[in-house]
């Protein structure tokens, strides 16, 4: 089992950056993958980034080139950089870990608003 808490979302203008953070309970290292998706009311939840363990890293189409995933196992955190941010970005971001790798988030945090709008 593992908690995960996210933090960092809030209004943000076109343009601009935010850096999210996900705090899990207990050591990381061990968990294969850990990820960042997010969703819009009325809406699925789409995978934003996710990272591995060996630190190989995978991005949505709609934000390569201006998100960056990281993984830090010494503090047990995991960070979403965004870079260039827009209106379509507006979403709650939720952190979530697949621990064997088997492509299922068994764990999920209650989310962080992001907001992008002037």
């Known amino acids: 089992q593992v908690e995960l808490v996210e933090s960092g979302g809030g209004l943000v203008q076109p343009g601009g950056s935010l850096r999210l953070s996900c705090a899990a309970s207990?050591?990381?290292?061990?968990?294969?993958?850990m990820a960042w998706y997010r969703q819009t009311p009325g809406d699925q939840r789409d995978m934003v980034a996710r990272?591995?363990?060996?630190?190989?890293?995978n991005y949505a189409d709609s934000v390569k080139g201006r998100f960056t995933i990281s993984r830090d196992n010494a503090q047990n955190t995991v960070y979403l950089q965004m870079d260039s941010l827009k209106p379509e970005d507006t979403a709650i971001y939720y952190c979530?870990?697949?621990?064997?790798?088997?492509?299922?988030?068994?764990?999920w945090g209650q989310g962080t608003q992001v907001t992008v709008s002037s």
């Open positions: 990272i591995t363990r060996f630190g190989t890293t």
């Open positions: 207990r050591s990381i290292a061990s968990i294969y993958t």
């Open positions: 979530t870990a697949d621990q064997n790798g088997f492509g299922r988030f068994q764990y």
